[in-house]
């Protein structure tokens, strides 16, 4: 499986963005997605993940309410709309893939990562 991550940028707090993660490959939609997050110094981080059939999404608490995880099987695409971005959600953010049903907070959960795609909020 290989996943490509797009839509990072530069935004001012408060503002939106949407992360898209394409994925190819073995077959997307019997794959749990998520999106962690590694800011400078810091460890990867959880931030949002979605079960293969797209219920039951999972948030960071520090996320809640201000992100939202979404999924396309026929697109085998996986989105993170970020609105009410603030500079300490200033990171790379990475989507990934694993086989299985749930929606997972563990990196190891995980088996296919993307590249990354930077995403910088300014105060």
């Known amino acids: 499986v290989q996943l490509q991550a797009s839509g990072g940028g530069l935004v001012q707090a408060g503002g939106s963005l949407r992360l898209s993660c394409a994925a190819s490959?073995?077959?997307?939609?019997?794959?749990?997605m998520g999106w962690f997050r590694q800011a400078p110094g810091k460890e990867r981080e959880f931030v949002a993940a979605i079960s293969w059939s797209g219920d039951s999404p999972y948030y960071a608490d520090s996320v809640k309410g201000r992100f939202t995880i979404s999924r396309d099987n026929g697109k085998k695409t996986v989105y993170l709309q970020m609105n009410s971005l603030k500079p300490e959600d200033t990171a790379v953010y990475y989507c990934a893939t694993g086989v299985g049903y749930s929606a997972d907070v563990r990196p190891t959960a995980y088996n296919y990562w993307g590249q990354g795609t930077q995403v910088t909020v300014s105060s």
């Open positions: 490959g073995r077959t997307f939609s019997t794959y749990r």
